[in-house]
């Protein structure tokens, strides 16, 4: 009966680190599929959230690549 209660123990920890983890890699509210789907909050005055591979991050402003250009 121990054992069963280390195992729920552990798994409910190893569960919650996981969870964790996913949600200060950006895996959750930072996804984005285009640039207005970034909040304006998480850049600082001098950068803008930009959207780069399906997640936001800070950039600075003017700075854009066009990868194909027409």
């Given at each position: 009966?121990?054992?069963?209660l280390?195992?729920?123990?552990?798994m409910?920890?190893?569960?919650?680190s996981?969870?964790?983890?996913?949600?200060l890699?950006?895996?959750?509210?930072?996804r984005?599929?285009k640039?207005?789907?970034?909040?304006?909050?998480?850049?600082p005055?001098?950068?803008?959230?930009?959207?780069i591979?399906?997640l936001?991050s800070?950039?600075?402003?003017?700075?854009q690549?066009?990868?194909?250009?027409?």
């Amino acid at each position: 009966m121990a054992e069963i209660l280390k195992f729920v123990c552990f798994m409910i920890i190893f569960l919650s680190s996981f969870i964790v983890s996913e949600s200060l890699n950006g895996h959750g509210k930072d996804r984005c599929f285009k640039d207005s789907d970034c909040p304006k909050y998480m850049c600082p005055s001098s950068l803008v959230a930009k959207c780069i591979k399906k997640l936001c991050s800070c950039r600075k402003p003017g700075l854009q690549i066009q990868l194909n250009p027409k």
